[in-house]
């Protein structure tokens, strides 16, 4: 279990002690016991404000972190387990009211036990309050960050927590919907930890106490720099050649283990970049990169296949990055390398038809441009749902077909032998996507022109 912080130690974890200037929100007026007049609620108020020095489970106010301004929102675990009231929920929505007012992103430093059972149904729908002012600050198009500490469970998780763009987790942090005195006796602990989390696609990275602010710097910068003009397209990582001379030498050269894969390209094409992981759905994909970099002094989005069959949660993954980059105004780039969507029993009970239509339709009404780089095996729909309508581009050792030649040839009834041919009928190399329209033109160690 990770250590846990005070929300005064936490705002100085994440904002590496830079001057915290606090909101003053007013306080409403209770009777001495609540709004429920819980018997013993007002004496254990005043318990937890002498062990803390803290008023309420929250704090809220602004700070600058590596030259970023944000308002931060940071529990107190020792106030009420960090519990959520009327009164937090006050404080929860001057914090967004701010925010929006003064175009600055939003970062909790969650740790929460859930709803104030003191105050009953009143403090169970400050979730909702919670929610309706995190989607207007969505709305305005303004980023949401999550730190979540030990321990971080239910409607805190449910709503500042899992609901924010990106998730960061402490490491060994309790995390998850159900608090450890409400789980079946028979639950595995090891399920509600934040590197569980990590791997079930909920949040993005387990980040160490001492990178926090580095990392969290990092993220505000590129989250609030977007690119004004749509991504250019990657030059390839690799030495110009000559183009393919025939279908099948395409293919071979697409999928040999020697050429450039999406790491070379992201390599070359950011300076610096952050990764989203995982699909919020309870899934990842190491065969896609997604997230977000610094090109030319400004942010662009990528969502990257690095040659494997392309899994349901990489496609969820790379839906959630386009739209997340179309509301902050973020220009997106995309590499397509895959032999095709995953097509095994598992895909397909992990929901592949809708993964893949859901990246088709997160392309096609995209907010922002997208650029995309066939950078090597273009296999069928599977690729064909990350590509830009008329902005894709083509790798020299790339090729893009309606279907593998191999698997064209076994449909068609075709032998083995005029698999070679079959390559060629399907014009699957680059110059002949190029005069079919299907690309713009091709990329080479220079960027877009000719080879």
């Keep these: 279990m990770t250590e846990r912080l005070s929300a005064r130690a936490a705002l100085a974890l994440a904002t590496d002690g830079a001057a915290f200037t606090e909101l003053d929100v007013p306080e409403r007026e209770f009777a001495p016991d609540g709004p429920l007049e819980w018997q013993g609620y007002g004496a254990a108020r005043a318990r937890a404000a002498e062990r803390t020095g803290e008023t309420e489970s929250v704090v809220v106010g602004h700070a600058t972190v590596g030259g970023t301004d944000a308002v931060f929102v940071s529990f107190e675990f020792g106030f009420l387990g960090?519990?959520?009231?009327e009164r937090t929920g006050d404080r929860l929505e001057a914090a967004h009211v701010h925010a929006r007012a003064h175009?600055?992103?939003v970062v909790s430093l969650v740790a929460t036990g859930g709803s104030r059972m003191q105050e009953g149904m009143l403090a169970l729908t400050q979730l909702q309050r919670v929610a309706r002012q995190s989607a207007l600050t969505r709305d305005a198009g303004l980023p949401q960050l999550a730190v979540v500490r030990d321990p971080t469970t239910g409607g805190g998780w449910a709503t500042l927590g899992?609901?924010?763009?990106?998730?960061l987790a402490l490491p060994g942090a309790q995390v998850g919907f159900a608090g450890s005195r409400v789980r079946p006796p028979d639950a595995d602990p090891a399920a509600y930890t934040a590197e569980a989390q990590l791997a079930a696609g909920a949040v993005d990275a387990v980040v160490r106490p001492e990178d926090l602010s580095g990392t969290l710097a990092t993220w505000l910068s590129?989250?609030?720099s977007p690119s004004k003009e749509p991504a250019p397209p990657a030059p390839s990582?690799?030495?110009?050649?000559?183009?393919?001379?025939?279908?099948?030498?395409?293919?071979?050269?697409?999928?040999?283990?020697e050429r450039p894969r999406a790491d070379a390209y992201l390599d070359a094409y950011f300076t610096r970049r952050v990764a989203l992981g995982g699909d919020r759905c309870g899934g990842t994909d190491d065969g896609m990169r997604c997230g977000f970099g610094e090109h030319g002094g400004r942010t662009v989005a990528f969502a990257a296949q690095c040659g494997t069959a392309t899994r349901p949660a990489g496609y969820r993954t790379a839906a959630r990055l386009l739209r997340l980059a179309g509301r902050l105004g973020i220009p997106v780039l995309t590499l397509v390398?895959?032999?095709g969507a995953a097509n095994d029993a598992d895909a397909e009970r992990q929901?592949?038809?809708a993964a893949i239509a859901d990246v088709f339709a997160a392309v096609a009404g995209a907010r922002t441009p997208v650029t995309t780089v066939v950078v090597g095996e273009g296999g069928s729909g599977g690729a064909l749902a990350l590509a830009a309508p008329g902005n894709t581009w083509a790798a020299p050792d790339s090729y893009f077909s309606v279907i593998a030649p191999e698997l064209a040839a076994a449909i068609l009834k075709r032998p083995p032998d005029q698999v070679r041919a079959?390559?060629?009928?399907?014009?699957?190399?680059?110059q002949d996507l190029v005069a079919l329209g299907v690309v713009r033109g091709i990329v080479s160690a220079k960027g877009p022109g000719p080879v």
């Design 337 to 339: 390398d895959t032999p």
């Design 222 to 224: 590129l989250l609030t």
């Design 422 to 430: 079959t390559a060629g009928q399907l014009r699957v190399r680059p």
């Design 351 to 353: 929901g592949a038809g």
């Design 82 to 85: 960090g519990s959520l009231g």
């Design 103 to 105: 175009g600055l992103p």
């Design 162 to 167: 899992a609901g924010a763009d990106v998730i």
């Design 237 to 257: 990582p690799a030495a110009p050649g000559e183009l393919p001379a025939t279908g099948w030498d395409a293919v071979l050269r697409a999928r040999s283990p």
